[in-house]
């Protein structure tokens, strides 16, 4: 029996709500195996655990979770603790401690996801956008100055380091080189003429290793409007912490909006565990009525699977959410239906067992 410890952090809102689809889709995985099994442990982190003892989570959270292979995540944040204690204290506490500094985020068109673009060919949207998750714009660096004050000064400065950016970047040639795709980076080293002038001179020499891995480079600006326009210039994408954040929703936003996209923030040496999250929050205008997309939640479950190297099963999800999808039936409201997050979990499970 192969055994997996994966630490759960259900989280806020309706972060709970798509986790347990998650998990129901793991188990059922399991099960169809034989040979496998996830032992979960359940953590109650995040905002409500704020409002009772003052944290987001216990003083020694890192070293409870440092006990896991893996981590699954549903969203944290809620109305009444300000966003950047939720996020600072938990989800960068995490990324950050565990030096998780790849996140992975699909931007991949599935079979029957809605798609907001009229002239691209489902083929046409098939990227990996690999984010700097560990330092750069939100490095945390900076101060406020004279808070208040009419002289008031806040900095906030962009730190990127030798060894965090190079390393970003080696893996993402390494990925596009076992992918057998281009790499393109994503900068803007005409306005910001030290962090980005550097980033590129890395893509530069890093890529002298690399010279089977075709390379493409954009200014974020042009390829905002290019990931719009014409998706299908870009295969595997580099890019910085900030410009990956805001280029990730408006990827998902192409393929089928935040109740599908997913992201994996990863330790590459697996010295910690890496976390498997939807990229969506904890949507508190929805949260409690039981209608949340689990897709994103089940979509990084795959996520999970491949990086426990079960790509067979992270696969056989995918494909069980395409047939969920193609049927047509059974969709949550964002995506124009009626159904309920546990209808969609169970069809996504009926799927996997069909597609046996
Ligand atoms: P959000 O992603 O929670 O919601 C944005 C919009 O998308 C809302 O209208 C929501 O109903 C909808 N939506 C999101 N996920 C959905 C799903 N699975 N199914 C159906 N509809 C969905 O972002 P928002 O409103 O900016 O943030 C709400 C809270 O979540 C804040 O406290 C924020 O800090 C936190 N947050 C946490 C994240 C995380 O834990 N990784 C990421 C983003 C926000
Ligand atoms: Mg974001």
Redesign the pocket.
């Known amino acids: 029996m192969n055994s997996h410890r994966i630490a759960v952090i259900p989280?806020d809102?309706?972060g709970p709500e798509?986790i347990a689809q998650g998990i129901k889709v793991l188990n059922h995985i399991a099960a169809l195996d034989g040979k496998l099994q996830f032992e979960f442990t359940y953590y109650p982190w995040g905002c409500e655990f704020y409002s009772k003892h003052g944290r987001m989570m216990d003083d020694d959270g890192l070293d409870q979770l440092s006990q896991h292979e893996a981590i699954y995540?549903g969203?944290?944040?809620?109305?009444g603790v300000p966003?950047h204690i939720?996020?600072w204290e938990l989800?960068l506490k995490i990324r950050k401690g565990f030096d998780q500094y790849v996140n992975l985020r699909p931007i991949t068109l599935l079979e029957g996801a809605p798609c907001s673009l009229k002239e691209v060919t489902r083929e046409g949207i098939d990227m990996l956008v690999i984010r700097e998750n560990s330092e750069g714009e939100y490095a945390g660096a900076g101060d406020w100055l004279f808070k208040g004050k009419p002289e008031e000064v806040v900095l906030q400065t962009g730190v990127f380091s030798r060894m965090g950016t190079e390393r970003i970047i080696r893996y993402s040639y390494e990925t596009a080189r076992r992918l057998g795709r281009s790499l393109t980076s994503i900068s803007k080293a005409n306005a910001l003429n030290y962090s980005m002038v550097f980033w590129d001179q890395v893509f530069e020499e890093v890529g002298r290793e690399y010279p089977d891995v075709p390379t493409s480079s954009y200014l974020v600006d042009a390829a905002s409007m290019f990931f719009v326009r014409e998706p299908e210039r870009f295969e595997v994408v580099v890019t910085s912490n900030l410009f990956g954040d805001i280029l990730t929703d408006l990827g998902a936003a192409l393929v089928g909006g935040?109740?599908l996209a997913a992201g994996a923030n990863i330790n590459p040496e697996r010295k910690y565990p890496s976390m498997f999250?939807?990229?969506?929050?904890?949507?508190?205008?929805?949260a409690g009525r039981g209608?949340?997309?689990?897709l994103?939640a089940v979509w990084s479950a795959s996520q999970l699977l491949d990086f426990l190297g079960y790509e067979h099963h992270g696969r056989s999800v995918l494909k069980a959410i395409e047939t969920v999808m193609t049927d047509g039936k059974v969709f949550?409201p964002?995506m124009g239906g009626r159904a309920s997050t546990e209808q969609v979990g169970n069809a996504v499970v009926e799927a996997l067992h069909a597609l046996q």
């Open positions: 989280g809102g309706i798509v995540l969203a944290v944040g809620y109305p966003d939720s996020l989800l935040l109740g999250e939807p990229i969506h929050g904890s949507a508190p205008d929805i209608i949340a997309n689990p994103a949550t964002d």
